[in-house]
C-alpha cells in the first residue's frame, strides 16, 4: 500500500528565513502529489498540486514544492517565510480509485520573530 | 458559493450517545469523505461516497456508519460514542473520479467523556 512520511513533526524558523518540509512517498508508479496547510481550528487549504509536467510546481502564499521521482519525495519550500505561515502542513499523495488521498502525518511549522 | 460545510462545530457526547454529523457541498460534486484527525496521526478515512447512494469502507471505518441519500449530503453517524472517537472530524468533496483535489470543510471537534 502507498505510504507518506513526513519525517519533521516539528520545525521551527525565523520570520525572512528559508523553509524546506520534506515528503516522502511510497507508491510504483508517479502519484498525484499534494501539499496542504492548515491553520489553527481551520480545515485544509490546498497550496499546490502535481499531476505531470514541470517538476517544480508553484502554489499559493508564495510556497512552491519540487518532485523528484529518484528521491521517490516531494518538498514543499518557501524562500521568506513570514509570521503568518506558522500552521500545520501536510504532504497527500493520490493514488488508487475513487480520488481517494493518503496523508502524512503533518509538520507543524512555528515562526519565530 | 458555501463550499464544504459542516454541523455542528463542536459537540461533547457522553459514552454510549448517538449523533450524526452533517457534510454538505455546494459544488456538484460526486465524491464524498469522511475523515478523522488525531495528533501525530494525520488524516485517517473513515468511509467515502462515490455518488448518491453509494457508500465504502475507508481506513478506519468500525464505529461509524454513513449515509448519502442526497448527492450534496454526506452523513457520518456514531451509534454509540466511545472515549477513542474523540477527534477532529472533516468532510471533503472532489469532482469526479481522477479528480483527486479534495476541498475540506472548517471541521467538527467532538468530545466523548
Known amino acids: 500500500a502507498q505510504s507518506v512520511t513526513q519525517p519533521d513533526i516539528h520545525i521551527t524558523v525565523s520570520e525572512g528565513a528559508s523553509l524546506e518540509l520534506r515528503c516522502n512517498y511510497s507508491?510504483?508508479?508517479?502519484?498525484?502529489l499534494f501539499w496542504y496547510v492548515q491553520s489553527p481550528g481551520q480545515g485544509l487549504q490546498l497550496l499546490l498540486k502535481y499531476f505531470s509536467g514541470d517538476t517544480l510546481v508553484q502554489g499559493i502564499k508564495g510556497f512552491e514544492a519540487e518532485f523528484k521521482r529518484s528521491q521517490s519525495s516531494f518538498n514543499l519550500r518557501k524562500p521568506s517565510v513570514h509570521w503568518s505561515d506558522a500552521a500545520e502542513y501536510f504532504c497527500a499523495v493520490g493514488v488508487g480509485t475513487a480520488s481517494k488521498l493518503t496523508f502524512g502525518t503533518g509538520t507543524r511549522l512555528q515562526v519565530t520573530l | 458559493n458555501a463550499g464544504v460545510t459542516q454541523t455542528p462545530k463542536f459537540r461533547v457526547l457522553k459514552t454510549g450517545q448517538s449523533m450524526t454529523l452533517l457534510c454538505a457541498q455546494d459544488?456538484?460534486?460526486?465524491?464524498m469523505y469522511w475523515y478523522r484527525q488525531d495528533p501525530g496521526m494525520g488524516l485517517r478515512l473513515i468511509h467515502y461516497s462515490v455518488g448518491e447512494g453509494t457508500t465504502a469502507k475507508g481506513e478506519v471505518p468500525d464505529g461509524y456508519n454513513v449515509s448519502r441519500l442526497k448527492k450534496q449530503n454526506f452523513l457520518l453517524g456514531l451509534e454509540s460514542a466511545a472515549p477513542s472517537q474523540t477527534s477532529v472530524y472533516f468532510c471533503?468533496?472532489?469532482?469526479?473520479?481522477?479528480?483527486?483535489?479534495?476541498?475540506f470543510g472548517p471541521g467538527t471537534r467532538l468530545t466523548v467523556t
Open positions: 459544488m456538484n460534486h460526486e465524491y
Open positions: 471533503a468533496s472532489t469532482p469526479r473520479e481522477g479528480s483527486y483535489e479534495q476541498y
Open positions: 507508491y510504483g508508479a508517479t502519484p498525484y
